[in-house]
């Protein structure tokens, strides 16, 4: 399913940004989806995942993220208040449809490109 991401930008610390993920094509309702981030440098990592079971969070960024989806726009959400210049990263949205350990990359089937974070001090 193909996936578009999209609204991130420059943010202060402390302050907040709402990325959304739009799906085309097959609804979003039939995949768990997550998000994932890359910061230069370094692995990229998992940040949170929604789908048909409760949604899981790294710890990182618990009480400060919340992802939640639109089932009629197909759109899935992320979120992000108190922003952190750690934060700063390029942020991946992902939809799976097989079970598995949804915090692994490897278990994710589609990939939207990627949306650009930033969190200046």
């Known amino acids: 399913v193909p996936l578009q991401a999209c609204g991130g930008g420059l943010a202060q610390a402390g302050g907040s940004l709402r990325l959304s993920c739009a799906a085309s094509?097959?609804?979003?309702?039939?995949?768990?989806t997550g998000w994932f981030r890359q910061a230069p440098g370094k692995e990229r990592e998992f940040v949170a995942f929604i789908g048909w079971i409760p949604g899981n969070y790294r710890n990182s960024v618990k009480g400060r993220f919340t992802i939640s989806r639109d089932n009629a726009k197909n759109t899935v959400y992320l979120q992000m208040n108190s922003l952190k210049p750690e934060d700063t990263a390029v942020y991946y949205c992902a939809a799976a449809v097989r079970p598995g350990n949804y915090v692994v990359r490897s278990v994710y089937d589609y990939w939207g490109q990627g949306t650009q974070v930033t969190v200046s001090s």
């Open positions: 094509g097959r609804t979003i309702n039939n995949y768990i």
